[in-house]
């Protein structure tokens, strides 16, 4: 009597050997393991060669664990079995030449350093589980994620509605909005700068996982813009770059700050994600280049009026002008926008790691 062999699909992985067995209601299904690596093979059903009994045997290339697990579906046959050495096989059979009835199950199939990966992935997993069970339960997550929220949500707020005013203004007014976009936007903008100061404090309370030191070197950076040189002088919060300054802050906060809040409830958006670490490569240095030729501006008004300037003794004349002070403030913007945009580089490059570690 001829035997009758079904098609078998096989895959693996470093601890698991995958078969599917294409036989479709299947009955009297009988699976054993004789020695420690041959599989015996026998069941009644529907096959490539019509409804009889089929059977296989498989001498694997390693010895494997006795335990077999398998399910039977209307289409065909899953069989699981557990390696007894964790390792990656080159080949499924101890034969080089494999049998006819062999096949990749493409399904199921990778190569080796994916399946490193994903057996990394699960550890990874494992592992963090293992930790968090570990780690005590913080009882005022719930209040502090709910404070970060309605932060991020005033800010977004706050900047949407500078940011929509100065676009309307553009379109209508055009050039001309660029003149009084301080006396228009400015006790907004006070308002959202003020709130800033709350993010060099959130990492010092532990709220928030970014460093303290970027957070101060924009907030402080910022408020110095704000507050001494439009602020101080009437005749700066007339000038033009008063609406290049403002519209660059805003259009690089209406992106951040939703991000921020989505991420309180742990939603990532695609489109937000990649628009916020991407517009702030051209926004971020556009921004402090403006905010540059505004000190510039203020310098001969600052020598002039003397605001700020320090008393000095007669023997050293009159006077030490703030514009001093500007001119080095001018050289640690410069520096402050490597810090900040190698931190906002690194940030995005760990973002797009974890991103394809899950999709992995």
Not at 34 to 60: C, I, P, V
Not at 230 to 238: A, T, V
Not at 264 to 286: A, E, N, Q, V
Not at 319 to 329: A, E, G, I, P, R
Request: charged share 20%; hydrophobic share 45%.
């Amino acid at each position: 009597m001829q035997i009758l062999t079904p098609q078998v699909f096989w895959a693996q992985r470093h601890g698991e050997i995958f078969l599917r067995v294409e036989l479709s209601d299947a009955s009297d299904v009988d699976i054993s393991l004789q020695g420690h690596n041959t599989l015996q093979f026998r069941a009644q059903g529907h096959g490539a060669k019509g409804d009889n009994q089929y059977e296989f045997s498989l001498e694997f290339l390693e010895p494997v664990k006795p335990e077999i697990h398998q399910k039977s579906t209307q289409r065909q046959v899953d069989i699981r079995i557990r390696k007894q050495d964790e390792r990656w096989w080159e080949r499924l059979t101890l034969r080089e030449k494999k049998p006819l009835f062999l096949a990749p199950d493409f399904d199921r199939w990778l190569d080796e350093s994916d399946a490193e990966m994903e057996l990394q992935a699960k550890e990874e997993k494992i592992n963090k589980i293992s930790v968090e069970s570990r780690v005590r339960k913080d009882p005022y997550v719930g209040l502090k994620k709910g404070y970060l929220f309605m932060y991020n949500l005033v800010q977004f707020l706050g900047f949407s509605w500078i940011f929509v005013n100065m676009t309307v203004r553009l379109f209508i007014l055009g050039q001309d909005s660029f003149y009084d976009t301080f006396h228009t936007t400015a006790d907004m903008m006070y308002f959202c700068q003020m709130m800033a100061v709350l993010e060099v404090a959130n990492p010092l309370l532990g709220l928030v996982k970014t460093g303290f030191f970027p957070a101060m070197i924009q907030v402080a950076g910022r408020n110095v813009i704000l507050f001494v040189v439009f602020g101080c002088l009437d005749e700066m919060q007339n000038k033009a770059v008063v609406f290049f300054v403002f519209y660059l802050w805003s259009s690089i906060e209406i992106f951040r700050y939703p991000f921020y809040m989505l991420a309180c409830i742990g939603t990532d958006w695609k489109l937000l994600t990649w628009l916020r670490y991407s517009l702030w490569i051209p926004l971020y240095p556009l921004g402090v280049v403006a905010e540059a030729v505004a000190v510039i501006q203020s310098l001969p008004i600052f020598d002039e009026t003397r605001l700020f300037s320090v008393p000095l003794p007669s023997a050293l004349g009159h006077s030490l002008s703030f514009s001093y002070t500007l001119q080095l403030y001018l050289v640690l913007m410069f520096l402050g926008l490597f810090i900040n945009f190698r931190h906002l580089y690194k940030q995005r490059q760990r973002r797009y790691r974890s991103r394809k570690r899950k999709v992995h």
